[in-house]
């Protein structure tokens, strides 16, 4: 993997333009101290689906900012990103919303260090943890959640009954996936949807409590 060189001039215009809403000079900081990681890391380990580096601001960190308009930026609240991966959109988010109690899960250990890394270098307090979840989630993971965030994972359904039991009362899945939403466990619904750019199929979905 082999990210395009950016000066910070580059990655903040470029950054930006993909972002719904203007961003704080310590948010485009954060995350260009976790691009340039990614581009480091990046050499000796698959952080991002191949053929994806080119545009990587798009397709990566402008994804995971498309939900920005559905966290509210004034109001604390926790968030748990499951598969975290290379911190799409865990890292991303806590670095825009920094009011919220961020915890990225990820299962995999050298993805889990990365992210420890990342998150030291950018000065973001959010939790990494090395856990797989399961019908029988870790203790670590956090309880009262306002946000569970999905990218491009499949979780069996007794999982997502899990996470779902760890949303408060007015908590949310947001689910980034192609066409097609999974089955849902009775009194849960998908209550809008993000169509992304660039692609027919990708989208994120809201899943909530039905009334």
């Not at 961003?23 to 952080?47: F, K, Q």
């Not at 990103?81 to 250990?109: H, K, N, T, Y």
């Not at 999982?159 to 980034?176: E, F, K, N, S």
Request: charged share 25%; proline share 7%.
């Amino acid at each position: 993997m082999s990210l395009p060189r950016l000066e910070p001039e580059a990655f903040a215009r470029r950054l930006r333009r993909v972002a719904p809403e203007a961003l704080s000079d310590e948010a485009v900081e954060a995350l260009r101290a976790h691009y340039e990681l990614l581009g480091e890391w990046g050499r000796g380990m698959s952080l991002i689906g191949p053929g994806t580096e080119a545009e990587a601001l798009e397709r990566h960190y402008g994804e995971s900012l498309a939900v920005l308009g559905w966290i509210d930026e004034t109001s604390p609240g926790r968030l748990v990103d499951i598969g975290s991966g290379a911190g799409f959109p865990g890292f991303v988010i806590a670095a825009v919303r920094p009011r919220l109690d961020v915890q990225l899960v990820e299962s995999r250990q050298r993805k889990w260090a990365f992210l420890r890394a990342a998150a030291a270098r950018a000065a973001l307090p959010c939790q990494c943890l090395n856990a797989r979840v399961s019908a029988t989630l870790p203790l670590e993971v956090a309880k009262d959640l306002d946000f569970v965030t999905l990218r491009a994972v499949n979780l069996p359904p007794a999982t997502l009954v899990a996470l779902l039991d760890r949303l408060g009362p007015a908590g949310a899945i947001l689910w980034w996936r192609g066409a097609g939403v999974a089955d849902l466990p009775a009194g849960w619904a998908v209550t809008r949807q993000l169509a992304l750019p660039g692609s027919e199929r990708r989208r994120v979905v809201e899943v909530r409590r039905t009334p």
